[in-house]
């Protein structure tokens, strides 16, 4: 048993899962919560056994991970050789289950809808996504021309506004350099 004070004292059977299977196994029978703790007491003990048991057998084996072999030899060599043929049974339920699950994650395959058709869907997306792509762009330079268009607007009438004034400015030379090399 563990120590009290040490981590080990949080590893247990969770109290809701340790219910349920009372529960399912006795619907009947009453079972008091000293019984209950006992119990889980037990079940963290012998999770504890087997698993040790289980890793003596795994480091023999020079593996680093304990394998559901591992802990079938651990049940045998402890003396629970009884319990084998369900435990394998179980064991391939799980597999079964698991196997299962993993098909069932395939959310292409859930959908039902052909992989031809799932493509010819996300081309049509491709192909809108470009044409709203292209209509931004000429939205953005069309911006850009009337930007330009307003400044240079804007550039004119401050030029008409200064030869109205009678304040006339020479244009800028183009090129100051040709203009001293000739």
Known sequence: MAESGTPEDDLSVPRAAL??????????????????ELINNCCTEFIHLISSEANDMCNKSLKKTISPEHVLAALDSLGFGAYLEDCRSVLEECKTVAAKKRRASNRLENLGI???ELLRQQEELFARAREEQAVIEQEE???????????????????????????VQPPAPANHAQDSAT
């Open 141 to 167: 330079w069309s911006q850009l021309q009337a930007a330009q268009a307003a400044q240079q607007q804007q550039l004119l009438q401050q030029q008409q506004q200064q030869q109205g004034n009678g304040h």
């Open 19 to 36: 219910n349920k299977m009372i529960k399912e196994l006795l619907p009947s029978v009453r079972v008091s919560n000293d019984s209950r």
């Open 114 to 116: 052909p992989v031809e």
